[in-house]
């Protein structure tokens, strides 16, 4: 049995069960990480998140692994970072660096807060518009607002890469139910997607404002995803349906975001700025198969967020 200690917390409502792998090195080498993620996220009998997240070092200070709950680990998280970001702060003592995840550098800062008594990063996010994750681009460059029929004969697509593979197709109005079809689909069709795919549907509210829902490959709908809200930001600047080195109000299920997009000599990137709430701590117990935990230290920045959230969707 390993007692490791956790905290929970949450960007933009996507909830995680983050771990410092620095202090608490010799207590993860032997722990099998996917079967804790299966357990621990499990919101029957586990603790119940949408995903793990561990800091750990690197060759180049600290860096981020995150575990979805299906035990597959994500190349990039763009709320988990976030949340990492606030963790790393405490040893390194700056408040702008690097955090790699996934074998990529992330430039992340505390930024400003985006509402009273909400801590704030953001994460400087690169942007690739092919790759290897999209057998269906056929050596273009970009994939912009196209069809791909295979997938559904209604719908124009975005292909982004910002270290997870990602869909966007902007609709009138966003329908759950289809949402989890598409996804489902979309993740079993490896002919295409070959490594599967995290799919967003997109509303475009008015010339900076979008609402996004995401299926995530690995998770499934979830409230919201960071790098998926990313994507659709950097997708609706690509389009031209939104300007660069301008705010986005990026709505989700989970809350808010802003992005800005960034395009240059040296490629596109796009900063994530957004909450990086600590809701609680405590301790867990893992043997391999089960788990216990405990509640302790909870904190009120979760009260602070959901006013926020009421706020803004009032005004929305």
């Known amino acids: 049995m390993t007692k490791l200690q956790y905290i929970k917390c949450h960007g933009s409502g996507n909830d995680f069960i983050m771990i410092d792998g620095v202090a608490q ?14 357990t621990a996220c499990d919101r029957s009998n586990g603790i119940g998140s949408d995903g ?4 750990v070092s690197s060759a180049d200070g600290y860096g981020m692994r995150m575990f979805n709950p299906d035990g597959s680990e994500a190349g990039m998280c763009g709320n988990g970072i976030r949340c990492v970001a606030r963790l790393a702060e405490r040893y390194v003592g700056q408040s702008e660096f690097d955090l790699v995840s996934g074998g990529r550098i992330i430039r992340v800062r505390h930024a400003e807060p985006i509402c009273r008594g909400i801590e704030t990063y953001g994460a400087q996010i690169g942007i690739r518009t092919a790759s290897d994750d999209f057998a269906f681009m056929a050596g273009r460059e970009r994939f912009v607002e196209q069809p791909i029929e295979a997938l559904a004969d209604d719908l124009l697509f975005t292909a982004i890469d ?3 593979p990602h869909l966007v197709a902007r609709v009138g109005r966003i329908d ?14 490896r002919d295409i997607l070959p490594h599967g795919v995290n799919l967003s549907l997109c509303e475009q509210r008015d010339g900076h404002t979008l609402f996004v829902a995401t299926y995530e490959r690995g998770a499934g ?5 960071g790098t998926a809200m990313t994507s659709a930001a950097t997708a609706a600047v690509l ?8 705010d986005i109000r990026v709505m989700n299920r989970g ?13 596109i990137v796009t900063r994530l700025t957004g909450n990086a709430t600590f809701q609680w701590s405590g301790s867990l117990d893992f043997d391999g198969e089960a788990l216990r935990y405990d509640v302790s230290d909870k904190t009120d920045e979760q009260q602070a967020w959901l006013r926020f959230v009421d706020e803004i969707n009032a005004r929305s």
Do not use: F, W
Request: with cysteine; net charge positive; aromatic share 0%.
């Open 52 to 55: 793990v997240l561990l800091l």
């Open 162 to 164: 910002t270290g997870n």
């Open 221 to 225: 709908i979830t409230l919201s995803c």
């Open 255 to 267: 809350g808010m975001v802003l992005c800005r997009t960034h395009i240059g000599r040296e490629g």
């Open 176 to 189: 759950l139910e289809r949402l989890d079809e598409l996804g489902r689909r979309a993740n079993g069709m």
């Open 239 to 246: 389009a031209g349906r939104m300007q660069a080195e301008r």
């Open 25 to 38: 090195a010799d207590r993860l080498s032997g722990i099998d990480l996917a079967a804790l993620a299966r």
